[in-house]
């Protein structure tokens, strides 16, 4: 019941479960972690490189793409490692997948990922992780059927295994029980749907004998025996649907892939009796922490390698499994693992990122910088550091004012507008502040006018377009725009002020007009 009524919220909301901010995803979409994903891929691929057949693309699955913001900072990222690399000539297309087709609507419309599609960088497909099977692309229309793939597969999967089913055991006294979920309520016509609050519901257990072979998998009652045998006085959760997911590409890629998982949990047996619960959003999508210890043991017993980190996660555990030659070690993957993951991964930077946030304006310019470099041009980031880049203007150089140039259009680059127009807007016009502020006008100029593509009309925005337009000397075009405030606004003083102005300016053929630009 619990599970439907999640699947129903997602395929209602689509987008918005994202652009409201509803679903958390700064850490699992940041191009912090998508830099550190590429690095393993990369890492992998060097691995298999002997076996690559360079006339075939390497298929990398999203699994619960979401927003889609992660799959546009990794394929940017990827590409540029590969480019840079001995694997140059190595192709892939990335598969952004999801149930919700009004999500896979919303990637193919959307502006940011048209150059990825059309260079076959990027396509979708619907995949159903209760029901796997085939995945077919949209926009190619090629079938990855299973086990027709000419190259391994990369899957990556975050905030997926959590939102999908598990099921749960206990064990007392090493016997081995299932736990019977019961969803309660006091009221008598309840009915489980979009608008319903599931915070409303009481989940309760039942602890029933198990068989020993609970399963029809031997690898799955492996995992559950190597428990019984070792463990008492426990509760525990099994991802069975992540684990099937698995599985299922392990027949799909003829027994050749690397799976990044990153997600609420843990992948140390001691931390069992702490991650066995789960939690309620607050737009009712409901997740459960995920056993990657028990996942790890799980991809062991098909033959597969497993990475995880070394140490407690505080947020965001990220493992890799790779299914294949058990004789191999995985060198390359094992290595960039350990240095883009488990030794300062996305995690730990989110937890230095979250605490240098709150010391901002303590930042002179080259620290803020250098905070949003190592942060891989995060535009969240941005949008807090730029009222202090704003104030750290006075004393800039014109070497300075390359390194400001340089962080907007590498932090644009990263920018995946998801409907949150209000952010889009400020970060665009925010931009245009800064580059006009130190006088690079035709720059502002160009951000200014992405505010209004993201957000729509706004006067201040066109009062700032018509300022770039009379620094630039194009004062015909500025005493067009200058109408367009007004219109909108007529008590607007430094928009009058400069009307008057630029009319002196072509009566008298020279600009009277020293307006400063005022931030949006």
């Not at 691929?45 to 889609?68: H, M």
């Not at 309760?204 to 198990?210: D, K, L, R």
Request: net charge negative; proline share 3%.
């Amino acid at each position: 019941m619990l599970w439907q009524s999640q699947r129903d919220l997602y395929d209602a909301q689509g987008i918005q479960a994202w652009s409201r901010g509803n679903v958390p995803q700064s850490i699992t979409t940041s191009p912090y972690i998508a830099r550190g994903y590429a690095r393993v891929v990369l890492g992998y691929l060097r691995d298999v490189s002997a076996e690559l057949d360079r006339s075939q693309p390497v298929y990398i699955l999203e699994l619960g793409a979401g927003s889609g913001r992660f799959g546009f900072r990794f394929v940017k990222a990827l590409a540029r490692l590969l480019e840079r690399s001995s694997l140059h000539e190595t192709h892939f297309t990335y598969v952004m997948t999801d149930i919700s087709p009004q999500l896979i609507e919303f990637w193919r419309t959307h502006a940011s990922l048209r150059p990825l599609i059309d260079s076959g960088r990027l396509d979708f497909a619907r995949f159903d992780a209760n029901q796997p099977g085939d995945i077919t692309l949209a926009n190619s229309g090629v079938n990855l059927g299973s086990g027709g793939l000419a190259n391994p597969l990369v899957v990556v999967g975050n905030y997926f295994v959590d939102s999908i089913p598990h099921d749960s055991f206990s064990i007392r006294e090493h016997r081995l029980y299932e736990n019977l979920v019961s969803v309660v309520s006091d009221r008598a016509d309840l009915t489980l749907g979009e608008e319903q609050n599931l915070t409303d519901l009481r989940v309760s257990f039942e602890a029933v004998p198990a068989p020993s072979e609970y399963y029809a998998e031997d690898a799955l009652n492996a995992v559950l025996e190597d428990y019984r045998q070792r463990l008492d006085d426990v509760i525990f959760l099994l991802p069975v649907a992540g684990m099937a997911c698995v599985r299922h590409f392990q027949a799909f890629s003829a027994n050749r892939a690397l799976f990044l998982l990153g997600d609420i949990g843990s992948a140390r047996e001691s931390d069992l009796r702490d991650y066995t619960s789960g939690g309620i959003g607050s737009d009712n999508n409901f997740w459960l922490a995920v056993n990657f210890h028990a996942l790890g043991k799980y991809v062991e017993a098909l033959g597969g390698r497993v990475m995880h980190p070394p140490h407690r996660h505080a947020n965001l555990n990220i493992s890799a499994l790779v299914i294949g030659d058990a004789s191999r070690d995985f060198d390359e993957t094992r290595l960039a693992y350990e240095d883009a993951i488990a030794r300062l991964g996305p995690d730990d930077f989110f937890v230095i990122s979250t605490v240098l946030a709150t010391r901002l304006e303590s930042m002179k310019r080259g620290e803020l910088l250098a905070f949003l470099r190592a942060s891989g041009w995060d535009s969240d980031y941005f949008l807090q550091c730029l009222p202090f880049l704003m104030e750290a203007l006075g004393d800039v150089s014109w070497a300075g004012r390359d390194d400001i140039q340089q962080a907007v259009e590498e932090t644009w680059d990263m920018f995946f507008p998801i409907g949150d127009s209000s952010d889009s807007a400020d970060l665009a016009s925010g931009f245009g502040v800064l580059l006009y502020t130190i006088g690079e006008y035709a720059r502002a100029l160009e951000y200014f006018q992405h505010s209004l593509v993201l957000a729509g009309v706004d006067h201040r925005t066109m009062f700032n377009i018509a300022l770039c337009l009379n620094r630039l000397e194009r004062r015909a075009e500025a005493a067009e725009w200058i109408e367009r405030p007004l219109e909108l606004n007529p008590d607007n003083e430094q928009a009058q002020e400069m009307r008057v102005a630029l009319a002196a300016a072509e009566a008298e053929g020279e600009s009277k007009s020293d307006t400063d630009v005022r931030s949006s």
